[in-house]
């Protein structure tokens, strides 16, 4: 079975070192140490921790109603507006989202660069990769 280091699930779960390795320290996910002395968290010990975390959140962060469940909060990295369109991009932990949507909806959201926002993805096909 995969066991991931402290850094790899943090970066999975989109979250600081810190804060999962307050969740180690807490209890909430399982660790053991590896010859090193680092501490691991076994994959599927992580996969459900990844679930609980999605359908109850962490406590830290605000509430947010809609229907669209694959969210990728962000912040605003670039802004390029056009007459009638616009494009604006959101780096989400190691993800880069760019999203084409009107000026008007730019303007009313009073998108700007450094802002935190949120990219929400509804799609009909989801590729994985393994890596």
Request: no cysteine; proline share 2%.
């Amino acid at each position: 079975m995969q066991s991931y280091t402290i850094g790899q699930a943090a970066r999975l779960l989109g979250v600081s070192p810190d804060t999962a390795r307050r969740w180690a320290d807490a209890g909430r996910v399982a660790t053991h140490r590896d010859e090193g002395g680092r501490r691991l968290i076994d994959g599927q010990a992580l996969a459900a921790f990844s679930v609980e975390i999605a359908q109850g959140g962490t406590g830290e962060e605000e509430v947010s109603y809609t229907s669209a469940r694959n969210a990728f909060p962000g912040i605003v990295t670039a802004i390029k507006l056009g007459d009638v369109a616009a494009q604006v991009e959101i780096q989400a932990g190691p993800h880069r989202l760019v999203s084409l949507l009107t000026r008007e909806a730019v303007e009313e959201l009073g998108l700007e660069v450094g802002m935190q926002a949120t990219a929400r993805v509804k799609s009909t096909s989801v590729h994985i990769d393994r890596t």
